[in-house]
């Protein structure tokens, strides 16, 4: 696979160091070419920080076809992975088709909210740009893979895995995350501004089946949920997240949902924002000679998130939980992956939260790249065989857990265990 990265902020940098720690295991990228609009920053992640040899920098306009173009056919490119913010899907993905070349993102395209009941109703889904370009991609011969960060990505993965293991029938398949980071100076934002406003001050979307799709308010339905990795309970709230779009497509169940652990006074903050019209991304304001959004002015204002977390402390946990029967039994798992801060920012130069979200990718190009993951048109990570993405987690440093949660099943195997221990006394 020759490998082209476009973005080379955290999640492209965290990529390419993910591929670099593996050494000779992550030679199925003969060649990783890592491209930013500044230059300068791809220079520094090819060269300064993953020290050269096949690693390339180039400059890039995410924006113009073009430019994109120009290079995937000077770099011979065969797979791309878009490590921008979603704004620049539709550009990067429609390159992508037209050159021939197989593509992945971590976030899919953007959604739009019902003009009259946005508060009931889903009008343009996230993703829906990409999905109904799916025979496009199959007459093209090739793959696109989409939402296949941590999560949407990994979480995914998980749900597809519990389908094929650990459960006969499936009631509910319920992202949630959370983490106890703390620190000095952290601030608000833990990844991309534009991003956290963007899914956090959308309707949220839910998937119930015989209802389908619909959308409630901002935050709703809190929960305590107990997390792994020493975290402990967080309450979580309904965000906008692609798992609710994507894992109905493919697993047969009842429900989906996606809750995230967004601290009150960050709510708070992000419904003031928008009271004062500061998470608008469509009207323009002049600001000197420049017209601009106001929320791509306060992605200019506010310290960088990256930056910020460097001293921060504790755990984040991406997880999928899963309800359903095994055996004639209700049975309840949590499927997750615990990342520590300040480990990743070791390894990684970057923090947890991003570089949970780059190792998904760069796991799933490798499948791609040696033929194991292989669907022509337009998928999420929950149409694979989740077994060797498992497996490869252990090895690239972010292995994946399980936790038997209360139920039935879980009393059944607690009999059992001690029986077992009977026996062998």
């Given at each position: ?240 997240h692609e798992e609710v779009l994507l894992v109905p497509r ?56 990256v930056e910020a977390t460097m001293k921060m402390t504790g ?19 949590y499927l997750y992956q615990v990342a520590d801060n300040q ?83």
């Amino acid at each position: 696979m020759k490998l082209l990265i476009i973005g080379a902020g955290g999640v492209g940098t965290s990529a390419a160091m993910i591929i670099k720690r593996q050494g000779k295991d992550g030679e199925w990228a003969e060649k990783i070419v890592v491209s930013d609009y500044d230059f300068d920053r791809a220079k520094k992640v090819a060269g300064e920080i993953c020290g050269g040899g096949r690693y390339i920098a180039a400059k890039i306009d995410a924006r113009n076809p073009d430019s994109i173009n120009q290079v995937i056919k000077e770099h011979g490119i065969t797979f791309v992975m878009n490590a921008t913010a979603p704004q620049f899907n539709e550009c990067i993905f429609d390159t992508c088709r037209d050159a021939g070349v197989g593509y992945i993102d971590c976030a899919m395209t953007l959604s739009k909210a019902h003009p009259e009941k946005p508060y009931e109703l889903p009008y343009i889904k996230l993703g829906d740009y990409q999905f109904e370009q799916d025979e496009l991609w199959k007459k093209k011969g090739n793959m696109a893979i989409v939402g296949s960060g941590v999560e949407p990505g990994m979480a995914d993965v998980f749900a597809r895995y519990a389908d094929k293991h650990l459960f006969d029938t499936i009631d509910e398949v319920n992202v949630r995350d959370g983490d106890n980071y703390g620190g000095e100076d952290v601030g608000h934002f833990g990844f991309s501004v534009w991003t956290t406003i963007e899914e956090c001050l959308n309707p949220p979307v839910i998937w119930e089946k015989g209802r389908g799709f619909f959308c409630t308010e901002q935050f709703s339905e809190p929960e305590v949920f107990n997390f792994p990795g020493g975290i402990g309970d967080v309450e979580v709230v309904n965000v906008e997240h692609e798992e609710v779009l994507l894992v109905p497509r493919v697993i047969d169940c009842n429900r989906v949902t996606f809750k995230y652990g967004v601290p009150r006074e960050t709510r708070d903050l992000l419904l003031k924002l928008r009271e004062v019209g500061m998470d608008d991304k469509e009207t323009k304001i002049k600001i000197g000679t420049e017209e601009i959004a106001p929320r791509d002015y306060l992605c200019k204002v506010i310290p960088n998130p990256v930056e910020a977390t460097m001293k921060m402390t504790g755990k984040g946990c991406a997880g999928t939980w899963v309800t359903g029967t095994k055996d004639g039994k209700k049975r309840s798992v949590y499927l997750y992956q615990v990342a520590d801060n300040q480990d990743c920012i070791k390894k990684y130069t970057t923090n947890s939260v991003v570089a949970q979200t780059a190792v998904g990718p760069v796991i799933m190009m490798e499948l791609a790249a040696k033929g194991i993951w292989d669907l022509k048109g337009v998928h999420g990570p929950e149409s694979f065989d989740p077994d060797p993405f498992i497996e490869r987690m252990a090895r690239y440093e972010f292995p994946a857990g399980i936790r038997e949660m209360d139920s039935e099943y879980a009393d059944m195997l607690n009999e059992q265990k001690m029986l077992e221990g009977i026996g062998k006394a």
